[in-house]
């Protein structure tokens, strides 16, 4: 399995941002998706994973109504919509493949597919 995330950019304050992770291979169906994220000198955090149906989802609290995480099981795509970008969403985004399938997991260590991560730049 590979994951390709692409979409970041330099945008500004309060714009909007839209991320997505493409796979390839088999079973990206079976597989919650997450979206994680590094700025420089901190440890990787989560963002927001989707279940393989996309009826479940969740996010950390600092980006509850601002992003947005879908997927496209037909295009084995899925998306992170960022509204609202603040100075402090400035990292590197990554997404990921669950290492289990079925369970929608919220942990780093429960990923074992990653993809090579996109720059999001937020200026204040």
């Known amino acids: 399995v590979q994951l390709q995330a692409s979409g970041g950019g330099l945008v500004q304050a309060g714009g909007s941002v839209r991320l997505s992770c493409t796979a390839s291979?088999?079973?990206?169906?079976?597989?919650?998706i997450g979206w994680f994220r590094q700025a420089p000198g901190r440890e990787r955090e989560f963002v927001a994973t989707v279940s393989v149906g996309g009826g479940t989802t969740y996010y950390r609290d600092s980006v509850k109504g601002r992003f947005t995480i879908s997927r496209d099981n037909s295009k084995n795509t899925v998306f992170l919509q960022m509204n609202s970008l603040k100075p402090e969403d400035t990292a590197v985004y990554y997404c990921?493949?669950?290492?289990?399938?079925?369970?929608?997991?919220?942990?780093?260590?429960?990923?074992?597919?990653w993809g090579q991560g996109t720059l999001v730049t937020v200026s204040s």
């Open positions: 990921a493949r669950a290492a289990r399938a079925k369970i929608v997991p919220t942990k780093n260590d429960e990923y074992n597919y």
């Open positions: 291979g088999s079973s990206f169906g079976a597989h919650a």
